[in-house]
């Protein structure tokens, strides 16, 4: 499967992914996920938001258990983030069958469409949707770098976008989600475990800062009579860094576009989008007070205007203590394989997941598998086969604790 999957959106150049939402990269990812499902027998289902849902027995019989995750990237991602999971929960379902596990609840393998939000700014788009997060009239309004709307996109697609919503007859058949993902960090690395299991998301959003400034020319203007938007922004990116030190969290400032974007020429236009998080919602709010602030003065001292607009936001989330403790208990059971049976590593995350979205409508939880280098969002993203295997199994074990009750 990893094989299969390997090549499909990969960009040659960089090496990384370009999977984005309703694009050509995108379809094939869809159709390997129908193959996998048709050679399991298992029957496929696309809902009204473009996620795909595997099925092993009938959803309609209620209190189902569902792993999976997403298999698009941010720009020039890694091989990992999302794959890992769809393909771990494919190779965990084997397991279950290779063990003649009796399935006393239907189980789902699913595929999440545009988690990342690397097409239209906004992460979770699929899941969002579902959950009645994202209404229909806001998602109908995203849009792309180049103008063309998730509307425009999923029609192209294929995808009927006025059919778009929130699903809860759908969430009201799954008893738990189960989401399997690389660690997006070292912490399982530092503690020599090669599985883990999520306490948290932090608290995070996204900001966008438009600084407007005046176009000239770059050759003839005197320093002294320009509004060069680049400089407060400049100092807006450190002044982030700073801000987030002083608080404990992140703050990151990744995306820039620039008007008019000539060699030489000074910017009308600086556009920054902001990306900060930290373990509790106060030190969040800290942050992003702080960077705004320094934006506005440094916008000020360079005769500047500035309009800052929150584009997402994400509350802390807290995963279902009682199916975490159940998880818990079930990987402590050691086949040999995975945690020490004593000890299982609960870490929290700065990462937004699926599953993350999901848990205010259902019971969820998240599986870790050790990443030796914390890198992530890279093409230089990895996690050892061995690793990878152990997350299969502890995910089969996780599964067959679930569905044979």
Known sequence: MWRDLLPLGRHPDSGGYRRYAWTGADAECRAWFAAQAGLRGLRLDVDRNGNQWA???DPAAGDAVVTGSHLDSVPDGGAFDGPLGV???FAALDELRRRGTPL???LGIVNFGDEEGARFGLACVGSRLTAGQLTRDRAHRLTDGDGI?????????GHDPDAIGADPERLARIGAFVELHVEQGRALDLSGDRVGLASAI???GRWRFDFRGEANHAGTTRLADRRDPMLPYAETVLAARREAELAGALATF???TVEPNGVNAVPSLVRGWLDSRAADQTSLDTVVAGVEKAARAHAAAHGVDLDVVRESRTPVVDFDHALRDELA?????????GPAPDRIPVLGTGAGHDAGIL???IPTAMLFVRNPTGVSHSPAEYAAEDDCLAGVAALADVLEGLVDR
Request: hydrophobic content about 40%.
């Open 55 to 57: 099925w092993l027995g």
């Open 87 to 89: 393909v771990s929960a």
């Open 104 to 106: 006393g609840r239907p």
């Open 149 to 157: 709307t998730l509307p425009r996109a999923m029609e192209a697609a």
């Open 202 to 204: 932090w608290p995070h």
């Open 254 to 256: 990744g995306k820039i």
């Open 329 to 337: 208990r079930i990987l402590r059971r050691d086949r040999g394989h």
């Open 359 to 361: 848990s205010a409508s």
